[in-house]
């Protein structure tokens, strides 16, 4: 039997993502497991639900160390001991540095809750019903030493209604969230991603094109 994929998770919130990923990881349908989930935030629900699944969780806060390197350092090293192959981003509210990409090339996953290169950065449901758009969604990429600027994955694509407020639609995208992290994670544990500049590839490739998509709807 192959090994399975060794992931490191970074969280600073409630851990919902981390979670879908778990459940996916433990019913064995993603060839993986979480060996270790790093948060910067000791009151984090995530090291709740690492805990709860008999995964290893550490606490490293930030705001002991005297730089941003110096933090990504620390961060860098507890991942590299536990021999992580591919790193996670799951609600990390830190912006990493050269040294934590430069350990990690092409090994770090990032969701962002828009649909790339639109909205990156912070309160990106509200700039997108402020804006008028009629379709947002989620990304998942890999991760470089810009902000949500690296290599797209997997998209997946939300309609925006006339009545949502950025709490009904932060909770459609967050359903979508928890379906495309674990493809991206199974891609990558499959060897079937490639990176070629601002590509990523999939090889075997899958052509299957789905429906155009219209908001408002052409009856």
Known sequence: ?????????????????????????????????????????????????????????????????????????????????????????????????????????????????ALLPAFPGLHVQRKALEYGVRFSGCTVHFVDIGTDTGPIIIQAVVPVLDADTEATLSARILEQEHKIYPRAIQLFAEGRLRVEGRRVSIDPPDDRCPPSLVNPAIH
């Open 1 to 113: 039997m192959s090994r399975k994929l060794r992931i490191g998770a970074l969280a600073s919130g409630g851990g919902t993502n981390l979670q879908a990923i778990i459940d996916r990881c433990q019913d064995g349908s993603l060839p993986a497991e979480i060996v270790l989930v790093i948060s910067n935030n000791q009151d984090a629900g995530a090291l709740e639900r690492a805990n709860r699944a008999g995964i290893s969780t550490l606490c490293i806060d930030h705001r002991r160390h005297a730089s941003r390197e110096e933090f990504d350092r620390a961060v860098v090293g507890a991942l590299q001991e536990a021999k992580v192959d591919l790193v996670i981003l799951a609600g990390f509210m830190r912006i990493i540095s050269e040294i934590f990409v430069e350990a990690f090339p092409n090994r770090i996953m990032n969701i962002h809750p």
